[in-house]
């Protein structure tokens, strides 16, 4: 039993502002959502919504934190409110949750896909961050499709900023540089004894740490259940241009992520197309919308298995 010490009877007399406050300090760290146009025919009345869905297609309640007494559900339902598309439903809170607009979205589905967002009214109103996939490769190197030689990258990256330009909130883009799965797997043998195998000899981008059931009782449950995104900064990676070779170090082939150097790159150049496109666009006279700040990140999707019914 806690002592008196240990305990704050007058916290429910706080001010909700600063409970609010201190609950968040229990609230999980910001979670990725990746969104994209729902490939099922819409009729021409249904709003935005209903043309958007969740790449992730299941139901997701408030954060755990909701369900540990009634002045913590409170605080966690005054800032994660439901979104709803294509009519699965999500508690989001999208001062701190990301949506992720993903590398395999063509141009034209991107630039679909952020005016449907920019007109769902509590997306445009609240949201801080979104963040747009790349493309990387060992030996194709790191791209974003909408400068792509294919495409007519000024009118693009105009539509882009007009559409961005909606959002109130909107502080930062995040062009995610890298990603990479994790899994948490283990093996369980009938005698119910397990055998741990931490597998570290695969490639890079992948880590495994087996927990598969014999039985396959849960296998087809496996999903990602956490994200974690980790700011990329070019700045800081001191690799410098490889020379003119066609052979590739061991340490790169090990090591499979973007240099420093195209980070760099890649983030100039987005910077330089989104200034040019709002000093030139005629949506923004005279050149006063500032484009949002342009931030790398590289996004590690982690992977577990659960039984029946259970929800991490």
């Not at 025919?41 to 755990?64: C, I, Q, T, W, Y």
Request: a positive charge; glycine letters at 4%; charged letters at 25%.
């Amino acid at each position: 039993m806690a002592s008196l010490t240990d305990s704050f009877p007058r916290f429910s007399k706080l001010p909700p502002e600063l409970r609010d406050m201190i609950w968040g300090y229990a609230f999980p760290e910001a979670r990725i959502y990746e969104v994209l146009d729902s490939p099922c025919s819409s009729p021409s009345h249904a709003g935005p919504s209903a043309k958007l869905m969740f790449a992730d297609v299941r139901n997701e309640p408030p954060p755990a934190l909701a369900r540990v007494c009634r002045d913590s559900r409170q605080a966690v339902l005054r800032c994660y409110k439901p979104l709803a598309f294509s009519g699965i439903v999500k508690h989001i809170n999208l001062s701190r949750d990301i949506l992720l607009l993903d590398s395999y979205l063509q141009v034209r589905r991107l630039l679909k896909v952020v005016r449907l967002l920019s007109q769902v009214e509590s997306v445009r109103r609240s949201a801080s961050r979104i963040a747009l996939g790349t493309s990387w490769g060992l030996h194709t190197g790191l791209h974003l499709r909408i400068f792509h030689k294919a495409v007519r990258t000024t009118q693009n990256m105009t539509r882009l900023l007009e559409h961005l330009s909606k959002f109130t909130n909107l502080e930062a883009i995040i062009l995610v540089v890298y990603q990479r799965s994790a899994f948490n797997v283990t093996f369980n043998q009938p005698n119910r004894t397990t055998i741990p195998w931490d597998h570290h000899d695969l490639w890079q981008a992948y880590h495994y740490r087996f927990n598969v059931n014999f039985n396959l009782e849960n296998y087809w449950l496996r999903r990602p259940y956490q994200t974690k995104l980790v700011r990329y900064d070019p700045e800081v990676q001191k690799t410098e241009k490889p020379l003119t070779s066609t052979r590739m170090s061991k340490s790169c082939c090990r090591d499979p992520q973007p240099r420093g150097y195209q980070v760099r790159d890649l983030k100039k150049k987005f910077e330089k197309s989104l200034r040019s496109a709002a000093e030139n666009s005629r949506t923004f006279p005279g050149g006063l919308y500032e484009p949002p700040k342009l931030e790398t990140a590289t996004l590690t999707w982690i992977y577990t298995g659960f039984s029946y019914g259970d929800y991490p």
